[in-house]
């Protein structure tokens, strides 16, 4: 399956963006989801995954409460609605798609990765 990220762009902290993760190639139902997210010097982390069935979500400690993934299996496509932005969420985020049906937090459990969008968020 192809991935392609979309939607980053630069905000002012406290706003909000809409990413979107389009795949190509195979029906998106078939596998589970995730955004990570990788800022400069740092490793890549986990930040929010779903389930193939979109019933099960897991969010990293510091972006809950504020992101939210979602999914429509019928435009193949996964969104993290990101609000009240900080400085810290700077970073070029990732979608990626795993095999399994529930959620998994490790890069080591995805199969595949789109190229990365960068948020940009000024204080």
């Known amino acids: 399956v192809q991935l392609q990220a979309s939607g980053g762009g630069l905000v002012q902290a406290g706003g909000s963006l809409r990413l979107s993760c389009a795949a190509s190639g195979r029906t998106l139902s078939n596998y589970g989801m995730g955004w990570f997210r990788q800022a400069p010097g740092k490793e890549r982390e986990f930040v929010a995954g779903?389930?193939?069935?979109?019933?099960?979500?897991d969010y990293a400690d510091s972006v809950k409460g504020r992101f939210a993934i979602s999914r429509d299996n019928a435009k193949n496509t996964v969104y993290l609605q990101m609000n009240s932005l900080k400085p810290e969420d700077m970073a070029v985020y990732y979608c990626?798609?795993?095999?399994?049906?529930?959620?998994?937090?490790?890069?080591?459990?995805?199969?595949?990765w789109g190229q990365g969008t960068l948020v940009t968020v000024s204080s």
């Open positions: 779903i389930s193939w069935s979109g019933g099960s979500t």
């Open positions: 990626a798609a795993h095999n399994y049906m529930q959620v998994r937090v490790t890069p080591g459990s995805y199969n595949y």
